[in-house]
């Protein structure tokens, strides 16, 4: 129950220097210069890290849980998550989501699967919804599921300009976007809309559309997979211009995206955030629509693509941290309590290896992997 993380060098993102970390149970205690082993408590676990680097635990809105794909037919259908995989890279709270198909993945299995990686020690959550719009739901519709169901935060992936969307018209956005709205309040959660934004020509033009017709406010939207096209990324520095917070899928080239929002467009780093895409589906299509390859999504990316934004594009590495921390927490309104090393905060620690790996993580206060290996596996793992 109570645990001491001794001699560490915190950036909570902000680099608040060598400290020790006092854990109880689920939350973090206290954080101070040094903390005495308290006598008369019972047993406390003591961690001396010497000296190792504890970050935040990342927080990735964007995963595919149960699995998804499958625009190659039957057999390309993903893989489910297993718990191991989301903790060994640094990840400690996803959003789960549906994608392309709402027919053979469903919202039950979603949820559940949500509920079982919290039971297993991560945080979780979902978005109500799949591509299509109408989309799929628990209840009869989004604004009911935020009220209703708790692990729902918003509706998602919705997909725009992409050759796979339901071809929403505007008011067919607007419509869902008020759900997410007005469920949100009723329900006390962020009423999310978050966009999977294609490859057409449109790009977020929808979404400037929904923004300039209606009274709804920017920070509930999010287009994800900004980094797709040049175009597309010019767009979203419009959008973060505007005050909203861009998404980028995470992978081998994505930290070039991220460096042009930033050195290019100067938009501020605090507007961009990214998420890996998880185990959904990777396909590449050419030009008339045709598949031409299909690969698999992994949470491992978000480590990698953060790590090329700090050595390869020269972020500091506080600055660096707020794409996978801070800015997540703010756009799923989880301030305070994720993606940060504060008094109160969650117990969602990462203590990283000279090399930037993983070596251990704490989620919610339990120590799930050491020595870059996961100790607390999923059920059938
Ligand atoms: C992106 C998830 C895409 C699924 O465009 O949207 O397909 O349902 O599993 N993936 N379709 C991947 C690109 C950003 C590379 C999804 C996927
Ligand atoms: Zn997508």
Redesign the pocket.
């Given at each position: 129950m109570i645990k001491i993380i001794k001699n560490a060098n915190v950036y909570s993102p902000e680099p608040i220097g060598k400290c020790d970390i006092l854990i109880l149970d689920e939350r973090i205690a206290h954080i101070d210069s040094n903390i005495p082993v308290p006598r008369g408590l019972g047993e406390v676990e003591v961690f001396d890290v010497r000296g190792a680097t504890i970050i935040p635990g990342f927080i990735d809105q964007h995963v595919?849980i149960i699995?998804?794909?499958?625009?190659g037919g039957p057999a390309t259908r993903?893989p489910e998550i297993q718990l191991s995989q989301i903790t060994t890279n640094g990840v400690t709270t996803v959003v789960g989501c549906?994608?392309?198909?709402g027919t053979t993945?469903h919202m039950y299995s979603l949820l559940t699967k949500a509920r079982a990686l919290e039971i297993e020690g991560i945080t979780t959550f979902i978005y109500t919804g799949?591509?299509e719009v109408p989309t799929r739901t628990i209840t009869e519709n989004v604004r009911n599921d935020l009220i209703l169901i708790d692990k729902v935060i918003g509706v998602g992936?919705i997909?725009i300009s992409?050759h796979?969307s339901a071809q929403p018209d505007l008011s067919d956005l607007r419509k869902l976007a008020a759900e997410a709205r007005v469920g949100g309040m009723l329900g006390g959660k962020p009423g999310l809309v978050h966009f999977?934004v294609?490859?057409g020509p449109r790009g977020i033009q929808p979404i400037f559309e929904i923004l300039e017709t209606t009274e709804l406010p920017i920070a509930m939207f999010t287009p994800?997979?900004m980094?797709?096209n040049p175009e597309l990324l010019e767009q979203g520095a419009r959008f973060a211009k505007a005050g909203g917070k861009v998404d980028i899928?995470s992978?081998p080239e994505a930290y070039k995206g991220i460096m042009r929002l930033l050195n290019e467009f100067n938009i501020s780093i605090d507007h961009i955030t990214i998420s890996s895409?998880g185990?959904?589906?990777?396909?590449?299509f050419d030009a008339d629509g045709n598949l031409i390859g299909l690969?698999v999504?992994s949470v491992r990316t978000n480590l990698e693509t953060w790590r090329d934004v700090m050595i390869k594009g020269h972020v500091p590495m506080e600055e660096a941290l707020k794409i996978l921390t801070t800015n997540v927490a703010q756009n799923l309104n989880l301030q305070g309590r994720k993606g940060c090393i504060a008094r109160g905060a969650d117990a969602d620690l990462v203590e990283l290896t000279d090399d930037l790996e993983v070596n251990r993580v704490w989620a919610r206060g339990r120590l799930m992997v050491d020595a870059g290996r996961a100790i607390v596996k999923g059920t059938f793992e």
């Open positions: 595919h699995g998804g794909g499958g625009e993903t549906l994608g392309t198909d993945r799949a591509y992936e997909a992409d796979r999977h294609g490859g994800t997979h980094n797709r899928t992978g895409d185990n959904g589906s990777l396909p590449k690969g999504g």
